[in-house]
């Protein structure tokens, strides 16, 4: 008899899939140490065969249907429709207001202007439309209660568990304000959140529907003391901002002009004076480099030289803390269809001609492109060269994904912005200190002439044969090694601007991340201009899948490049097959947000693969998950930071991170590296590398933060530092290892973060 | 080897060998852990059902006609102890309120997210079939058993279990597509994420 099954159809592959994923999930929880048959163990056992509990059971369900039976037959149809009266009285400060008050004790009170309708009124609550005007609802606490409020295209569920609110709906701006006393609500509407947003007790809700516009912030009362040892613990513990939020287009690419709170700032300026200790009195033992002071403030340290962990901050779009917006179609085009001609290079790159002829709007944009669900072929490359587009799709899973599926020849799939550089103008200004520390913002030239504040400049630190010299890059290293030396040049270039002019002395936004050492040779202050950098452009919601020509050259596969864009965002973009990544950012590149991104390597997965490459300055990778590359994160050398790695997990054997060739700057923060049963695994190399491609020294004042890896390989260059804090994993070299049990935030990036904007500005940060 | 020693084993306990029974716990109790494990589900604690198991093996080892078949004697009680289980936790889910405990306990903490969402969705709707279509599935697709081993450890015979599943998958597809987690699954992807799958697994 033939004992084999046949083989599994179509329709039940997706159930073996699943089989096979229950089993390697049971497989990863098995008790390794099982508890043998003992005793009392068949007491407990042999208790449970008694037979008590059964006709207890039995008994007790038998009592409850009855008891259900007589409730049912005294009220057979439940609770009757709510009812409810309009009147008009006069407020307590006399103005006359409308009062609608309900059977279940809710009342809506509104302006006697204010143009509202109950839509319809159930046994569970009522259904409003605000048409135009302002209303308060107090909605009484009931089990099951269905309150809901329309304005415009917002919908709003309210709780049933008691909920105080104001709204506010203008038509004519098409702008709601809602301010959340008491309760629970969940607003539906023109937000990249199809779940809609949740909104809870004490927030408030602003958002306008013309061009998607929305943030939810919380009202908070002043600081008192037992506030500031909150937030003490709070930064220790470093809870991130538990409620999603976006903002909408900003109208500029300048950083946002968020209000900080101001509590840690004073005390930042005061640091900036050049005091050893920047605590307020309370530096803990063991000398670390960075803690929480006791009113919940970050307190640093400095070296003999004034070398301090730089701020982290800026990095992400608009400069960090801005939350990436969601700019709506126009509702008179439709999503692109996949065509029938094997090709859709040409019609996606046509519509994103057309968008990008477009004008502007006064938020920047000019549109979206947006691709319908399906499976796209492209032959071709797709260009996206204009500020203000927008490609995205209808998401990256499920049936009704987007997939660009690339086949042809090995290459890189979506190029954003041009192939450019900067142009630096005039002579440049030498900066005279004998040494800028890292962390520095503020330093003395040899002139201030024809510089002003807002000036956008570039400081340049040359890579110098004396300094080359010094770290030991100035010669070869073993022949089958490093076979050559660096070379001399323009080395490190920042890119900032200008805050204050003080004499010769100069403030800058962002802090260097390399000191300027003048023994080393002389760093320069130049004016730049960058008139063909393209900013506002996003890449979101895709999925691509890579089936190139195995002839061609496979490393060249790449799903998108970054180049000459400032304020631009990937978020939300799952790729499968690529060996060279799924984005890489590259020098031109500036306050780039990659967010919620998953890259995972050809099976087998080459030793070259790489996930993610993070070049330019001021970019953030944010939530980031690489499956089976060899490298989850790549750089460029001489990459100028600073620029953050937040929450990355690379998944893989052996995963290793290892930064190129005098990368300054990177943050690291809570990073992952495991093997595919989650155990810590692969390396975090930040040391002179002597390998197979012997790049040198790889990674400069940069900062391991809370990670976890298999090992952790971090010296200290000449010259320069690295600190770890919280490795989870074998630790190796002389790096800046921090041994003391200062109490420290979970995220670095986030607690500079709120520091310098204030706690709002970590809604950014959330999904 | 494997197959004599469990010959040797259940020669041991039938004659009663006092050590034999904790070779066969040592032996067993992966097996019936897992099968109770994946009958059941995440969430709740299985080291008294697999105790049981245990006491009902050795109480009817005796009743074993072929030597040879113990492993199969001792998944299908595992089989039918799990089958019990669903059947009371369905009754303890309508009185769950008057007896104040809950019914599933948390799922596991030691799995990657995605990987417990997959499971926890997936349970969800297999329970909603019965206790015969959940025991078939679960043999068929989970633990990967073949037509005819089904039909052995059930008493069914090759041509239900068949039917059943030919039934099974068309329902059961159906109600993935209807979940947000599970739709992924059912999906114009779900080829190629099998082979994913399978590669991910030759890797390990």
């Known amino acids: ?85 309009v009147e008009k009285a006069p407020s307590p400060t006399g103005v006359l207001e409308k009062r609608l008050r309900s059977s279940d004790g809710s009342t809506v009170t509104a302006g006697a202007a204010t143009r509202l309708r109950v839509m319809s009124a159930g046994r569970r609550g009522a259904h409003l439309r605000v048409e135009e005007g302002a209303l308060h609802a107090h909605i009484a606490a009931r089990p099951r209660a269905e309150w809901s409020v329309e304005a415009g295209p917002y919908k709003m569920a309210l709780a049933g568990s008691g909920t105080d609110l104001d709204l506010t709906w203008s038509a004519g701006q098409t702008s709601l304000s809602v301010v959340l006393q008491s309760g629970s609500a969940t607003v539906q509407g023109p937000f990249a959140h199809r779940e809609g947003l949740r909104i809870k007790a004490g927030e408030t809700l602003v958002a306008r529907a013309s061009d998607g516009f929305w943030r939810v912030g919380r009202s908070r009362p002043e600081p008192g003391e037992g506030e500031l040892q909150a937030r003490s613990e709070a930064l220790a513990l470093a809870a991130p901002a538990a409620f999603p939020s976006r903002l909408g287009p900003g109208p500029s690419d300048s950083p946002a002009a968020v209000v900080a709170d101001g509590r840690c700032r004073g005390r930042e300026a005061s640091r900036s004076l050049g005091t050893q200790l920047m605590g307020v009195g309370e530096e803990p033992g063991g000398d670390p480099w960075a803690w929480v002071d006791r009113s919940g403030c970050l307190g640093y340290h400095r070296d003999p030289q004034g070398n301090r962990l730089p701020d982290f901050s800026h990095a992400g779009y608009r400069s960090g803390g801005v939350p990436l917006p969601f700019v709506p179609r126009a509702p008179s085009t439709r999503p692109i269809a996949p065509g029938n001609s094997g090709d859709d290079t040409a019609a996606i790159q046509a519509a994103i001609d057309a968008v990008s002829a477009r004008p502007a709007d006064a938020s920047g944009f000019r549109g979206v492109v947006e691709l319908g669900s399906g499976t796209f072929t492209l032959r071709g490359s797709l260009r996206l060269m204009q500020s203000g587009v927008v490609l995205r799709g209808q998401g990256g899973d499920g049936g009704g994904a987007t997939i660009l599926r690339a086949v042809g020849g090995a290459r890189t799939v979506l190029l954003v912005g041009p192939d450019d550089v900067r142009t630096v103008s005039g002579q440049g200004h030498r900066v005279v200190d004998a040494y800028v520390p890292v962390g520095a913002r503020s330093f003395e030239l040899d002139s201030t002439e024809g510089l002003r504040v807002d000036d956008e400049i570039v400081v340049q630190r040359p890579f110098s044969q004396r300094w080359l010299s010094q770290i030991g890059m100035d010669r070869p290293g073993r022949p089958e090694a490093r076979p050559v030396s660096w070379r001399v040049g323009a080395g490190l270039t920042f890119e900032r601007r200008i805050t204050a002019i003080d004499g010769k002395r100069i403030t800058i936004d962002v802090p260097l991340v390399n000191a300027l050492e003048r023994e080393y040779g002389d760093s320069t202050v130049s004016k730049f201009s960058f008139p063909q950098r393209i900013a506002r452009v996003g890449v979101e919601r895709l999925a691509s899948r890579a089936d190139f020509d195995p002839r061609s050259d496979l490393g060249d596969g790449m799903f998108v490049e970054v180049n000459a864009v400032m304020n631009g965002w990937i978020r939300e973009v799952k790729t499968e097959n690529y060996e060279s990544g799924l984005v890489s950012l590259e020098e031109p590149s500036k306050w780039i947000t990659v967010e919620d991104v998953v890259y995972t390597a050809p099976q087998p997965s080459p030793p070259w693969s790489r996930a993610f490459v993070l070049g330019g300055q001021q970019n ?122 200062a109490p420290r935030p979970e995220s670095l990036y986030r607690a500079q973060l709120a520091e310098r904007l204030g706690d709002s500005s970590l809604a950014a940060l959330s999904r | 080897l494997s197959a004599d020693d469990d010959v040797f084993l259940a020669r041991s306990l039938i004659e009663g060998r006092s050590e034999a029974a904790l070779s066969a716990w040592r032996r067993f109790h992966p097996l019936v852990e897992t099968t109770l494990r994946r009958m059941l589900g995440p969430g709740g604690d299985l080291q008294d059902l697999t105790q ?153």
């Open chain 1, 620 to 741: 953030l990778l944010l939530r980031a998950r690489s499956v089976g590359a060899r490298h989850a994160l790549g750089t460029f050398g001489r990459t100028a930071g600073p620029n953050v790695v937040l929450d990355l997990t690379g998944v893989g054997r052996s995963p290793m991170l290892t930064p190129a060739r005098w990368t300054a700057g990177l943050l690291l923060d809570n990073v992952r590296l495991v093997d595919p049963a989650g155990e810590p695994a692969g390396e975090v190399i930040m040391r002179v590398r002597e390998g197979s491609k012997g790049s040198g020294w790889s990674a400069a004042n940069s900062v391991v933060w809370n990670s976890e890896a298999g090992r952790f390989s971090v010296d200290n260059p000449p010259t320069a530092q690295n600190w770890v804090f919280g490795a989870a994993g074998e630790t190796v070299g002389n790096g800046s290892y921090d041994a003391s049990n």
């Open chain 1, 1 to 85: 008899m033939n004992r084999r099954s046949p083989p599994p159809t179509e329709g039940e592959q997706p159930h073996f899939l699943l089989g096979s994923v229950v089993r390697n999930g049971f497989s990863a929880q098995r008790s390794s140490n099982p508890v043998p048959i003992v005793p009392s163990a068949l007491r407990t056992a042999l208790q449970r065969r008694h037979g008590w509990r059964r006709p207890v059971l039995v008994a007790t369900g038998l009592a409850a249907m009855a008891a259900g039976a007589v409730v049912l037959i005294k009220i057979p149809f439940g609770p009757p429709a709510l009812k409810y009266v």
């Open chain 2, 52 to 204: 049981e198991v245990f006491l009902r093996f050795f109480s009817k080892v005796g009743e074993l006609k072929k030597v040879e078949s113990l492993r199969p004697f001792v998944m299908a009680i595992a089989i039918r102890r799990a089958q019990e289980e669903i059947k009371r936790r369905r009754v303890r889910r309508w009185f769950a309120p008057l007896l104040g405990d809950t019914i599933m306990g948390n799922t596991t903490t030691e799995m990657d997210p995605e990987t417990r969402e997959a499971i926890v969705h997936l349970y969800r709707v297999i329970d909603r079939l019965n206790v015969m279509d959940r025991t078939i599935y679960v043999l068929r697709y989970i633990e990967g058993l073949e037509q005819a081993q089904i039909s052995d450890a059930l008493g069914v015979s090759v041509s239900t279990v068949r039917r059943r599943l030919d039934r099974l998958a068309k329902r059961v597809n159906h109600m993935m597509s209807r979940d947000p987690v599970l739709a992924e699954y059912v999906g114009p992807r779900a080829a190629s994420s099998l082979a994913r799958a399978e590669r991910g697994r030759s890797d390990r």
